[in-house]
């Protein structure tokens, strides 16, 4: 069964500190992965990566891929009290076109 | 450019009755994906369409539907709804193998 498991569920940072967010997975016939910033109802897109040891970045946070060891990190350095929300990685399919497997979030809480 | 635009943003109704929630893509966006996220399952797939055509359809029973119109509106519909389907409904679309972009959603409540 395709599965991809995020980690912390949650946490807990006071602004200025940078924190790192993780996503495994595991499935088969893999084609993108993709991390969102779910606020209040909508997600709003921040990453997608296709190749692994490629960094993207925008502003204060970046991601990698690795998909020999199947996982991707999202960091966000100096953070502000703006960035406090649910952070939810997805996997996409080879063939699988506006399925995406999301991951159970990470909900993080920065503390001015 | 709008975003994606879901309607109505909150609904209430009762077991055994049933729902049609409604979704307006981006300009120029074919492909239109529903989800369900509950705080115990997360964000699930539904199903998708692309010109009028379900493509994709995720794990959910019969009860789930839905459909997309000529100019790329979708709607999906629960019928006889249980209390195990309040949820978020959420739905997304894209242009061809890009990005989903969402809308904010549809809070259903079953009493």
């Known amino acids: 069964e395709d599965k991809v498991v995020q980690s912390p569920l949650s946490l807990v940072v006071h602004e200025g500190d940078t924190v790192t967010l993780n996503c495994s997975y595991e499935?088969?016939?893999?084609?993108?992965l993709l991390w969102y910033k779910q606020e209040k109802k909508a997600p709003t897109f921040l990453f997608m990566l296709?190749?692994?040891?490629i960094e993207k970045k925008s502003g204060r946070l970046s991601s990698i891929l690795d998909k020999k060891e199947l996982f991707s990190i999202l960091n966000i350095t100096a953070t502000q009290t703006g960035d406090s929300a649910v952070y939810l990685c997805?996997?996409?399919?080879?063939?699988?076109?506006?399925?995406?497997?999301f991951g159970k979030g990470t909900k993080l809480s920065v503390k001015p | 450019k709008a975003g994606v635009t879901q309607t109505p943003r909150y609904l209430i109704k009762t077991r055994g009755q049933q729902v049609t929630l409604s979704c307006s893509p981006i300009?120029?966006?074919?492909?239109v994906s529903w989800y369900q996220q509950t705080p115990g399952q997360g964000l699930q797939f539904l199903f998708e369409?692309?010109?009028?055509?379900?493509?994709n359809k995720g794990n959910f029973p019969g009860r789930f539907s839905g459909r997309q119109f000529s100019n790329s509106r979708s709607e999906m519909n629960v019928s006889t709804l249980e209390l195990g389907d309040s949820a978020l409904y959420l739905c997304?679309?894209?242009?061809?193998?890009?990005?989903?972009?969402f809308g904010s959603g549809t809070q259903l409540s079953v009493l």
């Open positions: 997304a679309s894209s242009y061809g193998n890009e990005k989903l972009f």
């Open positions: 499935v088969t016939n893999f084609r993108s």
């Open positions: 296709t190749s692994s040891g």
């Open positions: 997805a996997v996409e399919l080879v063939g699988s076109q506006g399925n995406l497997i």
């Open positions: 300009s120029g966006h074919r492909s």
């Open positions: 369409y692309f010109s009028e055509t379900q493509r």
